[in-house]
């Protein structure tokens, strides 16, 4: 049985199997607080912004004094109505794999080609703040600075995240779930949180203030569902799921239940491509012609997916939404051709090495390399590269140098940034904190799913296919 306790360091309510007496009565967020030093270098996100508490929001539109969150004395009170739309519904999915057993949360729906149309911006780049005079009234945040996150999907990405969110100040991890029960309790020992088998009994809490997705892709809409029936917005891994169907039902759902979606495109997030995009907008390589990309991996890493999903969808995803983000344009035809040769005759139907050409609207052409069947001698234990060029000048990076080097007119020079999936997660705790929209959707997740079929059935099929697919 679980005791129910208030944190006397920040006023949040939790659980404990354990009798705590004597001492501080604080949440395993504040005890681990204390233990960990601020990252050198990095300012808190304390003190940047402040966490607009979804919990707290709706509380707020309840009439009842139980119901109002407590500030602590130090804390400055928030003025102003917040005004949030109450979350309180449950909807039912029906999936092929559900029609003969019990429902589970969500609705099956499917977005059309006209819905679709004009909905995602390719040459987005920055999240824009809100504007000077912009409503207080939806803006004001909570008394509340701490993020709970709850992840769902503990294997190796998972376990990538709470790695990545253990170095953010301001941000808590609450509780794990993994349909795999002795995967659940084994990382929620590990990391001293809760563990659950079902996403529902995660979500549901109230110290939970956001949810990473990171089950396997195919299995990507049901904790969907339970994170946006619960109100709370998502960080879902990539590919946003395997089918264009589940990929649309997603989007919906958490278009109807107003909650966020971003979807981890993690590149996005790694300096040295956010560069590339930059240069290319501002023209500093002229006007945009090419974008080449290369993303090959070990060929170890069937051992881990074991011919679950192609490399255009595992890996492809990545570079199909960076070409897009670059070239600032939607794709209007796919040529790929592929290799299944080492990996089929270990008994993984899936291919070796993939070449994918891609013809923009506005004439840019993408080519995309990519496999797994690099050795595991090979220095980097991978191989990248970038290459965008111009009609006055090109960028490129390679993994092997970790850098950008600018070749124009002006000269040759190089550029060096840092890693990126610790940037991801703050992009995303500081929209969940400040309301805004994350600089990936699921419109931009469902793009890159869509080009990544087109060239897996392109590679099956030996032609060229049009996108829309239909």
Same mark, same amino acid.
């Given at each position: 049985?679980?005791?129910?306790?208030?944190?006397?360091?920040?006023?949040?309510?939790?659980?404990?199997?354990?009798?705590?007496?004597?001492?501080?009565?604080?949440?395993?967020?504040?005890?681990?607080?204390?233990?960990?030093?601020?990252?050198?270098?990095?300012?808190?996100?304390?003190?940047?912004?402040?966490?607009?508490?979804?919990?707290?929001?709706?509380?707020?539109?309840?009439?009842?004094?139980?119901?109002?969150?407590? !500030?602590?004395?130090?804390?400055?009170?928030?003025?102003?109505?917040?005004?949030?739309?109450?979350?309180?519904?449950?909807?039912?999915?029906?999936?092929?794999? $559900?029609?003969?057993?019990?429902?589970?949360?969500?609705?099956?729906?499917? !977005?059309?080609?006209?819905?679709?149309?004009?909905?995602?911006?390719?040459?987005?780049?920055?999240?824009? !703040?809100?504007?000077?005079?912009?409503?207080?009234?939806?803006?004001?945040?909570?008394?509340?600075?701490?993020?709970?996150?709850?992840?769902?999907?503990?294997?190796?990405?998972?376990?990538?995240?709470?790695?990545?969110?253990?170095?953010?100040?301001?941000?808590?991890?609450?509780?794990?779930?993994?349909?795999?029960?002795?995967?659940?309790?084994?990382?929620? %020992?590990?990391?001293?949180?809760?563990?659950?088998?079902?996403?529902?009994?995660?979500?549901?809490?109230?110290?939970?203030?956001?949810?990473?997705?990171?089950?396997?892709?195919?299995?990507?809409?049901?904790?969907?569902?339970?994170?946006?029936?619960?109100?709370?917005?998502?960080?879902?891994?990539?590919?946003?799921?395997?089918?264009?169907?589940? !990929?649309?039902?997603?989007?919906?759902?958490?278009?109807?239940?107003?909650?966020?979606?971003?979807?981890?495109?993690?590149?996005?997030?790694?300096?040295?491509?956010?560069?590339?995009?930059?240069?290319?907008?501002?023209?500093?390589?002229?006007?945009?012609?090419?974008?080449?990309?290369?993303?090959?991996?070990?060929?170890?890493?069937?051992?881990?997916?074991?011919?679950?999903?192609?490399?255009?969808?595992?890996?492809?995803?990545?570079?199909? $939404?960076?070409?897009?983000?670059?070239?600032?344009?939607?794709?209007?035809?796919?040529?790929?051709?592929?290799?299944?040769?080492?990996?089929?005759?270990?008994?993984?139907?899936?291919?070796?090495?993939?070449?994918?050409?891609?013809?923009?609207?506005? %004439?840019?052409?993408?080519?995309?390399?990519?496999?797994?069947?690099?050795?595991?001698?090979?220095?980097?234990?991978?191989?990248?590269?970038?290459?965008?060029?111009?009609?006055?000048?090109?960028?490129?990076?390679?993994?092997?140098?970790?850098?950008?080097?600018?070749?124009?007119?002006?000269?040759?020079?190089?550029?060096?940034?840092?890693?990126?999936?610790?940037?991801?997660?703050?992009?995303?705790?500081?929209?969940?904190?400040?309301?805004?929209?994350?600089?990936?959707?699921?419109?931009?997740?469902?793009?890159?799913?869509?080009?990544?079929?087109?060239?897996?059935?392109?590679?099956?099929?030996?032609?060229?296919?049009?996108?829309?697919?239909?």
């Amino acid at each position: 049985m679980k005791i129910t306790y208030r944190c006397e360091k920040c006023g949040k309510e939790f659980k404990s199997a354990e009798t705590i007496t004597g001492g501080q009565i604080w949440c395993t967020g504040c005890r681990q607080s204390t233990q960990k030093p601020t990252a050198q270098g990095n300012v808190p996100l304390a003190d940047q912004t402040i966490l607009v508490s979804l919990d707290q929001l709706r509380r707020q539109k309840i009439p009842s004094e139980k119901a109002k969150p407590t !500030a602590r004395p130090d804390q400055a009170q928030a003025g102003g109505t917040m005004v949030v739309p109450m979350r309180d519904f449950r909807v039912e999915i029906e999936t092929e794999q $559900d029609r003969d057993s019990e429902a589970v949360l969500g609705e099956t729906m499917a !977005a059309s080609p006209e819905e679709r149309a004009g909905a995602g911006d390719p040459g987005k780049t920055l999240v824009s !703040a809100p504007e000077a005079g912009s409503s207080q009234q939806e803006r004001t945040p909570s008394p509340r600075t701490e993020v709970g996150v709850g992840i769902i999907g503990v294997g190796w990405m998972g376990r990538k995240h709470a790695e990545a969110l253990a170095a953010i100040p301001g941000a808590r991890l609450v509780a794990v779930a993994d349909v795999f029960q002795k995967t659940a309790e084994r990382v929620g %020992g590990e990391l001293d949180v809760d563990s659950y088998t079902d996403p529902r009994e995660l979500t549901e809490r109230e110290d939970v203030d956001c949810v990473i997705i990171a089950t396997n892709d195919e299995a990507h809409v049901q904790p969907v569902a339970a994170a946006a029936s619960a109100g709370k917005p998502i960080l879902l891994e990539k590919p946003i799921a395997t089918t264009l169907a589940d !990929a649309d039902q997603i989007i919906r759902i958490c278009e109807r239940a107003n909650v966020k979606l971003m979807i981890g495109f993690v590149l996005r997030f790694d300096k040295r491509y956010a560069r590339v995009k930059e240069a290319a907008a501002n023209g500093e390589i002229g006007e945009l012609e090419s974008i080449f990309c290369r993303r090959t991996n070990l060929i170890t890493s069937q051992e881990r997916l074991k011919g679950r999903v192609s490399v255009l969808s595992f890996l492809g995803v990545h570079d199909f $939404d960076i070409m897009r983000w670059v070239a600032g344009s939607e794709v209007k035809r796919v040529h790929a051709e592929a290799v299944w040769n080492l990996h089929k005759k270990r008994g993984h139907n899936v291919e070796d090495t993939t070449w994918t050409l891609l013809r923009f609207q506005n %004439g840019v052409i993408g080519s995309l390399e990519t496999g797994w069947i690099i050795p595991t001698t090979h220095p980097t234990k991978a191989d990248f590269k970038l290459e965008v060029t111009g009609t006055k000048g090109m960028i490129t990076y390679d993994l092997t140098r970790q850098e950008l080097m600018f070749t124009t007119d002006q000269g040759h020079y190089a550029e060096r940034f840092n890693p990126m999936l610790q940037y991801q997660m703050e992009h995303f705790l500081d929209c969940v904190r400040n309301d805004t929209e994350p600089l990936v959707t699921g419109i931009d997740g469902r793009a890159a799913l869509e080009i990544s079929l087109a060239a897996q059935q392109s590679a099956r099929e030996e032609r060229i296919v049009h996108l829309p697919l239909t």
